[in-house]
């Protein structure tokens, strides 16, 4: 589904990512660890098309296309979603309009009618529910003075609705209490399917005990330095990264 | 921020460009032109008298320059006065009309019928919208409400006329004031009996036909105890228009225990992308609220090339109370100074003031208020919020809170915030889809919430159209 080759990307002409290599099947579940500033949020923003990344190198095919010619909406468009490790606030642009436009332009892109308002009022109803969100929510400006780990509830709320193909979540469980991680974890688990992906960047194992990864990939410096299944989590857990960097350092 | 350069790069698709054959008086102005005015319009004697001193008055004044915009000051004696729309050329259908403005049309939501009317075809169900007006005029009529052309009122209504006009704008207030005296050419006129709550909307729109909108416009609005008015100036259409310069008046009357909803959506031709033409719109706004009554003032301004208009309330009787509701667009070279002035003079008053700037291109937006508390006002209060938003690194937005308190029980709030509008907001939407013009949109919506849920519901929906056209071109 998801295959990237050799990617090479920089920002400001500082290198980033330095040759990236990652493939991602249908019904597959990644993790990504790494140290602060390793690339992993570079890594999914380039996925999703952010612009001030300029990518130098490599490639990355969705679906079969060719996913670095098309633009950050089309990219949604063609399912690919990602949660925020920071998402931006909106003022005066209610959580339930912002829906409603996300929804219907990403209707629109593939030739169908806007969601009757009555359908997807029931949709956002019982996603609120799979999350435990109130739906007071709703009519507030979209992330404004919401709490870090409402924040990120809000990303899979909005994940839940959209039913990406390949969701990346980056962080999505860092800010979340004992229960909200739970929570979250289940709403992720709920939308797994053979069809649906994800990749799942997080500095925690606790989080892979709730979704239990396929594969366990470590970010170092802008590469793939190790890759694994979940026991690979559970080493970087107690031993750190320095091992990791240690071995790298005697090839 | 090269996306956001390419979307505010917006053309102007112009409103109509029929030819009119027009009386016309020759340029320039004197005694003898206002004789000229006032005698093809049949006025009475006092009306060319009051016009006549008018003239006198603005010899005597000089060009205001403390406003924070330059421009080449225009030349008054190579403007034409008068021009009676003789006869206009009318398009039998919509088909002839410039394709790029029905677009425009379309992406407003204006209806068919009056995209007609607005573009200037016949509209064939003539004696449907005939009726419809007469019916809408019989009720009013039934409820005593007086709403005519100024023309129309010096006639008919000639007491009312000369006990309000130049009352609350007198004059001798300012610059254009005093020029638009002198030489106004028609307007709106309006009375609402006691205690009478007018049952619609009263809006230009009606009457636009009869008269044509004037370069020199004057709109007197008076309502009388505990009567009630929503008041819709303008629309949503691009305007173009042949004159550079616009001065009008407009003078509101709330009395004991009356409100006035004042809402205006003005689009004139704001120049093109590289700052040539444009119109400039000097206007002077101001009601006075007796005690307990209440004037409010909705501005959505997007066009013109200069703007300079301060809506204004004199709060003279206890416990009144003025609120101004504005959202100013500015882009490629256009520069606005807006804002509004409260005047707290009787005890208990209390005002309001949100004002939303945006600015894109090279353009320059002000904001202008002034807040003054006289020794009487106790407990007055006032809050301002003004805010801007700034699209791009070329144009500059600025706030001049003027306050002025003579009496110690006065509360006085003043909350300022700029923002840009963030690639981080942008890429948000992006990512979920939403493409950047219609992200624009929703975010530039959304910090003009506050000010667009004042229109009355049809105008604000089809305002927030509005507003994303003058800042996406990609009109056509
Ligand atoms: N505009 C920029 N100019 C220079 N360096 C940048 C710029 N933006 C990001 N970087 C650098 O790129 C590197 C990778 O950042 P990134 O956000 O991808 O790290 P991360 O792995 O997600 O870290 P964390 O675990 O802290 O979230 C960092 O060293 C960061 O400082
Ligand atoms: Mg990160």
Redesign the pocket.
């Known amino acids: 589904m998801l295959h990237i080759k050799n990617l090479h990307a920089s920002?400001?002409d500082?290198k980033?990512l330095k040759g990236i290599n990652l493939e991602v099947r249908p019904g597959e579940v990644h993790a990504i660890m790494?140290?602060?500033?390793?690339?992993?949020?570079?890594?999914?923003?380039v996925i999703a098309g952010r612009e001030?990344y300029e990518v130098t190198e490599g490639s990355i095919e969705f679906l079969n296309e060719d996913l670095l010619s098309l633009s950050p909406e089309e990219r949604a468009h063609a399912g690919i979603f990602l949660s925020f490790?920071y998402p931006v606030e909106i003022p005066g642009v209610s959580l339930t309009n912002f829906i409603k436009t996300s929804m219907n332009e990403t209707r629109k892109a593939k030739g169908l009618e806007p969601y009757p308002a009555k359908d997807l009022l029931k949709k956002m109803r019982d996603c609120l529910e799979l999350l435990e969100m109130d739906k007071g929510f709703l009519s507030r400006s979209l992330n404004e003075g919401f709490s870090g780990g409402e924040k990120k509830r809000n990303e899979i709320f909005q994940m839940a609705l959209l039913e990406p193909k390949l969701a990346i979540l980056?962080?999505t469980d860092s800010g979340l209490d004992i229960d909200a991680l739970r929570i979250v974890a289940s709403g992720v688990n709920k939308l797994r399917s053979p069809k649906k992906s994800f990749v799942l960047?997080t500095?925690y194992q606790r989080l892979l005990n709730y979704i239990e990864p396929d594969y366990v990939h470590v970010?170092f410096n802008?590469k793939i330095v190790r890759s694994g299944g979940k026991e690979l989590a559970h080493e970087l857990e107690s031993k750190g990264y320095d091992w990791i960097k240690q071995e790298l350092a005697e090839v | 921020m090269e996306i956001l350069d390419k979307i505010t790069k917006s053309d102007y698709k112009y409103g109509f460009t029929t030819d009119i054959e027009s009386d016309k008086a020759p340029n320039g102005i004197n005694e003898d032109i206002i004789r000229l005015i006032s005698s093809k319009k049949n006025e009475p004697e006092w009306m060319l008298q009051w016009r006549l001193e008018a003239f006198a008055i603005w010899q005597e004044m000089k060009e205001p320059e403390w406003a924070n915009v330059t421009y080449k000051k225009p030349d008054f004696n190579a403007i034409s006065y008068y021009s009676a729309p003789k006869s206009k050329k009318v398009l039998d259908s919509l088909d002839e009309v410039d394709p790029e403005l029905l677009k425009t049309f379309a992406k407003l939501g204006i209806s068919l019928d009056e995209q007609k009317r607005l573009s200037g075809v016949a509209i064939d169900i003539v004696v449907d919208s005939v009726s419809v007006k007469t019916t809408f005029k019989a009720k009013l009529a039934e409820l005593g409400i007086i709403f005519c052309s100024m023309t129309e009122a010096i006639h008919e209504h000639p007491e009312l006329v000369q006990k309000y006009l130049g009352r609350v704008v007198p004059r001798t207030d300012n610059f254009y004031a005093a020029l638009n005296s002198a030489v106004f050419t028609d307007g709106s006129f309006c009375f609402i009996p006691k205690g009478v709550r007018c049952p619609m909307e009263l809006s230009t729109y009606f009457r636009i036909n009869e008269s044509g909108t004037g370069q020199f416009e004057r709109t007197l609005v008076i309502a009388d105890e505990d009567s009630y008015v929503s008041y819709l100036e303008g629309c949503t259409a691009p305007m173009r228009d042949e004159n550079q310069l616009h001065a009008a008046v407009v003078e509101l009357f709330a009395m004991d225990g009356a409100e006035i909803k004042y809402s205006t959506v003005q689009n004139w031709y704001p120049g093109d992308v590289n700052g040539l033409g444009g119109v400039f719109n000097f206007v002077t706004k101001r009601g006075i609220c007796e005690r307990n009554a209440k004037i409010s003032w909705t501005q959505v301004e997007t066009g013109s090339a200069v703007t300079w208009k301060y809506p204004s309330c004199i709060l003279k009787g206890e416990n009144s109370v003025g609120e101004f509701y504005s959202v100013a667009v500015t882009n490629n070279y256009q520069q606005a100074d807006t804002g509004t002035k409260m005047i707290h003079l009787g005890k208990n008053t209390k005002s309001t003031i949100i004002s939303k700037g945006i600015c894109a291109g090279k353009s320059n937006g002000s904001y202008r208020g002034l807040v003054k508390i006289g020794p009487r006002a106790d407990n007055a209060r006032n809050f301002s919020q003004c805010d801007s938003l700034l699209m791009g690194d070329g144009c500059g937005s600025h706030t001049f809170p003027y306050i002025e308190i003579a009496n110690k029980s006065a509360q006085v709030e003043h909350e300022a915030a700029t923002s840009k509008i963030g690639e981080d907001q942008l890429f948000y939407c992006n990512q979920r889809g939403i493409p950047t013009e219609e992200a624009i949109a929703l975010i530039v919506n959304g910090y003009c919430k506050d000010v667009l849920s004042q229109l009355p519901m049809e105008f604000a929906v089809e305002a927030q159209k509005l507003l994303a056209v003058s800042l996406e071109g990609s009109v056509g």
């Not at chain 1, 790494?34 to 923003?45: A, D, F, M, V, Y």
Request: proline share 4%.
């Open positions: 920002i400001e500082n980033i790494g140290p602060n500033g390793s690339g992993k949020s570079t890594l999914s923003s001030e490790q980056d962080e960047i500095h970010l802008g």
